[in-house]
């Protein structure tokens, strides 16, 4: 435990970084509110899952890839050196903001194209490298081929940019946008599309 340094603590996971080797341990962390048995049950199957669904997304788009030394309540990764997006986003020039936003529709349409639904599309999860931007934490993912996922997924997006970076989060989710239906496709990114105009007709009804 020397080397490990712990950069986040969530309700299902710490995150400890090893500084030795730049590696980035994602340990999943008993509830005592659970009953032991069941609770390494639960464990285990969300850390198999997201350790599936990490090394399918490491194939299509930028996003570390688990490596063997993972076990059944832990995830060993790179460490993605970068900037994260949620603190550095808004200190670019407009337009240097626009070509990554593209960069992350392009992403969101490759993964939705193999069926990944994120489940956590946020700027927090999201790391600039160079010019590259990683997708981290897909613990809340599964797969889905429901047009309403896709839709509900690029709706996180769009409320994480209105209220994080809300001086030009329409121009912003805009470019994301564009750059998912060139993706995708007409056809098919119009049914996304409509379906967030769906969910959010839902969110205004019930408020």
Not at 39 to 67: G, H, Q, V
Not at 73 to 93: A, H, R, T, V
Not at 163 to 189: M, R
């Amino acid at each position: 435990m020397k080397n490990l340094k712990l950069i986040q603590q969530g309700a299902e996971a710490k995150i400890l970084l090893n500084e030795k080797n730049n590696l980035i341990i994602k340990d999943r962390i008993p509830k005592s509110y659970r009953i032991p048995p069941l609770d390494k049950t639960i464990r285990k199957r969300r850390t198999k899952a997201e350790t599936k669904l990490l090394n399918k997304a490491s194939e299509i788009i930028s996003s570390p890839k688990p490596l063997k030394e993972s076990n059944e309540f832990q995830i060993i990764m790179p460490y993605i050196k970068g900037k994260k997006l949620s603190q550095f986003l808004d200190s670019f020039e407009l337009k240097e903001q626009k070509d990554i936003m593209k960069k992350i529709g392009e992403s969101i349409a490759k993964l939705h194209n193999s069926d990944i639904i994120h489940g956590d599309l946020t700027t927090s999860n999201m790391i600039l490298l160079k010019d590259d931007v990683y997708f981290i934490d897909f613990g809340l993912g599964y797969i889905s081929k429901k047009i309403e996922d896709k839709a509900v997924d690029l709706h996180l997006l769009k409320q994480a940019l209105e209220a994080k970076h809300f001086t030009h989060w329409k121009e912003l989710f805009d470019e994301v946008s564009e750059a998912y239906e060139k993706i995708l496709g007409h056809s098919e990114a119009e049914k996304v599309f409509e379906r967030i105009n769906a969910v959010e007709r839902r969110g205004r009804y019930r408020h």
